[in-house]
Each structure stands twice: as C-alpha cells, then as structure tokens.
C-alpha cells in the first residue's frame, strides 16, 4: 500500500511530462524528418554522381516518422509539384514527377497534420528534348483555335451581352475568339447561343465557337445539343467533360461518333478538361483526343487556383497532355486576380512550347489589370522539356489505356485494361529491346516515342466492357 502511494506521485509527473505517452501519440507531436535521399537503382547512369536524378526516376526517402501516401514536395525557385511516397521491397520511394525543373531541388515530405520535413536536395538532370508524338497531321491545331481567345459563361454579366461592347474589348485585348456557352447536359440548351448572336459577332471579325459541358448520362442527347449549336453558326465546338465523366468510357465513345456522324471528320473539335491527366485518371481522355475525337487539347492549367506556380503547373499539364498527340491550347487563368507578370509568363511558356493558341476564363470575371496583361506584346520563352509521364507495373488509368492501345499492335497479349499488369510490363520491356532502349519497364521519354510510333489499336468500349 505505502509503495502504491509512494509511485502515484510519480506516474503523475511522468505522464505529464510524456515519458510515458504511447510511442505513437508522441511521434504526432513531431513532423516527419528525412536523413537521406537516394536514387534506385543506385546504378542508373544519372545516379553515379551523387544524387543526380532524372525525371521519372525514384527516390528512396531514409528517416522518422514516414508512411505509405505520405505528401511529398518537389520546390524550386518558380514553382513546385506534389507527388506521394510508396512503400516497395526497397523502402520508401516516389517518382520524380514529371514538370519538375531540371537544376537543384528541395524535396520535403509532410505529414496528415500538415507538417513538413526538414529539407534536402537533389540534382534533377535536364530532360531530353524529343519530338511530340507523332501523327502529324493531329498535331496541327486548327485555325480557329490559334491566337488569343476568351471564354463566355452567362453573356448577360460579359459587357452586358452587347455584341458591340464584346467587340470592342476583343480588339483592344488582342482577342480573336470568343467561346460562348451553347448547352448544359443532354437537355438544357442555353439560349444565349444562337444564330443572331453569332452573326453580329462574325460581322465584327470575331470567330465564334460553342461550349457544351456534358455530363454523359445522355451521350446522345449531348451531341445533338452539340450538333445544334453547329447549325447556329458556330465555327468550332468545344466540350467539357469533367469529373461527371470519370469512367465513362462507352458513352464518351457514343458521344464522339454521334457528333462526328452529324458534324463530319474535319469539323474543328475541341477538349477542356483537368489538367492534370494523372490526378484524374478515369476521365476517358483517350477517347475524347482519340481518332475521330477532338483535333484540339485545351487543358485547364488554372495555375493560381492549383498552386505551384505558372512553370510547374504548366510543364505538368505538357508532359501529361503530350502522349494523346492532339495539339494543345492551353486554358489560362484570369479570373481570381493573377499578377500581371503571371498571365505573361503564362503566355511567353507556352509560346516557348510551340503552341500556337491559348484562351483564358473567363470574360465576365477579369478584371482591367488582366485584360491589359492580355494585350501587352509578349516574347516566346523557350522552357525546358518537361518530361513525360513515369509509367510502370501498377500504374492505373487513362494513359495506361493509351499505352495499351499502341502496345496492342506490337503485342497482342496487351489488352486496354486501364492497369499496367504483367503483359503490358512484358511488353514496354521487350520493346525497349527490340529499339536498343536501356530495359527498365518503365516509361521514359524514348520508350514513349517507341510506343507512340507504333499503330493504335483502336478499342470499341460498347463490347470492351
């Protein structure tokens, strides 16, 4: 009994003070710490010296307090990009994302909290430039989507819907295309889109095109909406397809050769969607940009709502975009205030890319200093390659299904699965060979050259799934 009492005290103080807290209660008072950071394998040409990485390649992370999904930050001077950590046979590893500026790089990783790691640095090596996928003739953007263009939501709240108005701060802003909202899903078609508004707009030398946001519930419902807006005047038709068409793969495949039975092969098409293809890998982009599908890419790269900055958003959504080889026009940002030396760096990168057009959303939420930005003179600034898309064995999503599409015809064991499983590995190994490429099974920038010259086995999602 005296010796209970005696230790009483004691627990007391003991608990308070931590000693004795739970190994693991304890480990959340404290953000995770790195003590090493090392390229696997270690005997990877650009890892002989140091930690010296390639995009694509892995880093093992070393230290305390590291799981499996755990944030993992790549920074550099004028931007940033996430990744996640892995548990493998070989520790904890993640892929150096591909956007990530060749130079020194602080990587830091951060806990469920939001706590971050102590930093360490790498030597990311420069990628090689290599030609975009081949397919020249998708390659080429049509002219319609080429130059400066501007997005319309609700006419009503863009210079009071006055054709005349929206002229006149088009010329002033160097604006050569407006994109005006036609419909929303199979049923609603907005009245704002019509033959009236597209004529007075042509007669103040404005080319005009449709937007449809389409949700794929009624494939064929869209496209006729689509078709619709077509036969009002509109030179081009863009469509949007989101998070509602994540896994959608049948009806984005009736959707497009609906619209192309009523629109014809040639008709100027285009595709808006997430940026990032990797974070949202359902979306059926590969069929949207596929044969038959939209001649022109314009991915959302609104890089002051993704943060990370204007070079990193932008070579992300290049390096994930590139693979489907319709040519890209990116969607910029002006709503949201973004500084003025943003909106023109925005536009001299992907003028350095080589694209010849980008558009901005939206008119009736940019204010003066963004429509000056827009007609500012601007010099192309010639980024470096951003790199392409890391895949390997276990990889999931749309870029697989493309991969596979192509691999089909070099093996036809491949099936679009959507998972880069053991015959897909089996193949990109085995044509890595048959082109003298270093065997890695992974998906480097020359391995998707290889894959991309090969013909694309076309896929029929009606019987496929």
Known sequence: MLARRATAPLLVALLLAGALVPASAQARKHPPR??????????????????????????????????????VAFRWRRGAIGARILRTRVGYVTRVPAGTAPGVVSVTVRDRAGRRSNRLRVRVARAPRVATPPGSARGVLPQVFTGNGMWIWELAQSDGGDPAAIAARARAAGIATVFVKSSDGPAQRWAQFNPGLVAELHAYGLRVCAWQYVYGTNPLGEASLGADAVADGADCLVIDAESEYEDRYVAAQLYVQALRASLGPDYPLGFTSFPYVDYHSKVPYSVFLGPG?????????????????????????????RIYGAAIAPLGQTYGSPSPADVARFRALWS????????????????????????????????????????????KGDQVVWLQQHLGSFDPAVLPTAVFDPATDLAVRNLQI???????????????????????RPVDWTVTR
Not at 36 to 57: K, L, Q, W, Y
Not at 293 to 308: E, F, S
Not at 437 to 456: F, I, K
């Open 434 to 456: 048959s082109r003298g490429l270093p065997v890695t099974g992974t998906t480097d920038a020359l391995t998707w050259q290889a894959a991309l010259s090969l013909p694309l």
């Open 34 to 71: 790195l003590t090493r950071v090392r390229c696997v394998p270690a005997s990877t040409p650009v890892c002989r010296a140091g930690v010296n990485v390639a995009v694509g390649r892995q880093l093992q992370f070393s230290g305390r307090r590291l799981y499996r999904g755990m944030r």
């Open 352 to 395: 350095g890319y080589g694209s010849a057009g980008t558009s901005w959303w939206s008119w009736q939420a940019t204010g003066p200093e963004g429509w000056a930005a827009l007609a500012a003179p601007v010099a192309p600034l010639p980024p470096p390659d951003p790199g392409w898309p890391a895949l390997a064995r276990g990889g």
């Open 293 to 321: 599908g939209a001649q022109a890419n314009l991915p959302q790269v609104y890089w002051k709502a993704i943060g990370g900055g204007v070079d990193a958003v932008s070579a992300r959504t290049l390096a994930h975009n």
